[in-house]
T-cell receptor, first 117, second 112 residues
């Protein structure tokens, strides 16, 4: 399957700082990437849809000024958690959409565990 | 009613048995259906993909799709302890450009 690289795998930061998470499609071009967060023992929560060359589309209740998404190229999307607080501590996962019709698939990055002290 | 529903479980089966995971969806326009396996603390891993009605087999895994009844299932034959994980059902419509709807997942435990 297609490879989606996510970096860093884990990060610990102080409250009030910003953290950038990168998501790269390594062997294909992804015009659309998605960002999720997941709390322990809970399901995936879609945060936003990231489209190359345009503004991200945020899900209801997700603060776009706090979670900045940039999709500057067909292989890279970034999520920046600005002024992070302990309640932002979570597992953040990106995914990339590839293919058309019967070949459509969604592949996930390895995730980033964010801990805000 | 949720768009994609799964039994939360936990589902427990003995090693070597068949594990059956079920998923129902509400959008009749859905085109593609996925099963992901997620180990604790890890991201989801795509294990099965089905597009057409009927069965699709891949090793010990069989996905079954019935669009008329709006359900998709995953069978795991000869279950192994390493199959213990949360299984996520995802449904992709024909207009959402990759925006899949996920179920909450079913936790499977395979006991040695």
């Amino acid at each position: 399957g297609a490879v989606v690289s996510q970096h860093p795998s884990w990060v610990i930061c102080k409250s009030g700082t910003s953290v950038k998470i990168e998501c790269r499609s390594l062997d294909f071009q992804a015009t659309t990437m998605f960002w999720y967060r997941q709390f322990p023992k809970q399901s995936l929560m879609l945060m936003a849809t990231s489209n190359e060359g345009s503004k991200a589309t945020y899900e209801q209740g997700v603060e776009k000024d706090k979670f900045l998404i940039n999709h500057a190229s067909l292989t890279l999307s970034t999520l920046t958690v600005t002024s992070a607080h302990p309640e932002d501590s979570s597992f953040y996962i990106c995914s990339a959409f590839v293919g058309q019709g019967a070949n459509e698939k969604l592949f996930f990055g390895s995730g980033t565990q964010l801990s805000v002290l | 009613q949720k768009e994609v529903e799964q039994n939360s479980g936990p589902l427990s089966v003995p090693e070597g048995a068949i594990a059956s995971l079920n998923c129902t969806y509400s959008d009749r326009g859905s085109q593609s259906f996925f099963w992901y396996r997620q180990y604790s603390g890890k991201s989801p891993e795509l294990i099965m993909f089905i597009y057409s009605n009927g069965d699709k087999e891949d090793g010990r895994f069989t996905a079954q799709l019935n669009k008329a009844s709006q359900y998709v299932s995953l069978l795991i034959r000869d279950s192994q302890p390493s199959d213990s994980a949360t299984y996520l059902c995802a449904v992709l419509g024909n207009t959402n450009a990759g925006k899949s709807t996920f179920g909450d997942g079913t936790t499977l435990t395979v006991k040695p």
